[in-house]
């Protein structure tokens, strides 16, 4: 996957379309977490750590496809692509050029 752990990200589809985050975690399939993007209400039972329980609001994955990597200079969506330079394999942002 192209994606990784604190990379900026734009969401592109569905109700989040727009916003802006960070992901926070990379799942195995194919999902991401992003911070302040997807929230979802969770009803919490009482428990040793959360003695009061409630519903609480938690940050659900999203699928990779419907995000894209923000451009570091340019600051806009953008695809990525690969290059090898001094025999590591290195992400680069198709729109400017420059190394992810």
Do not use: C, W
């Amino acid at each position: 996957m192209y994606l990784k752990k604190g990379d900026t990200v734009i969401v592109i589809t569905g109700v989040d379309k727009g916003k802006e985050g960070v992901i926070k975690n990379v799942l195995k399939n194919g999902k991401i977490v992003v911070e302040n993007i997807n929230f979802a209400k969770k009803h919490v039972k009482p428990n040793a750590i959360n003695t009061i329980g409630g519903i609480v609001e938690k940050e659900m994955a999203i699928s990779a496809s419907n995000v894209m990597l923000i451009d570091p200079e340019t600051k806009k969506p953008t695809r990525i692509r690969f290059e090898v330079k001094e025999g590591k394999k290195i992400r680069v942002a198709k729109k400017s050029g420059q190394e992810i």
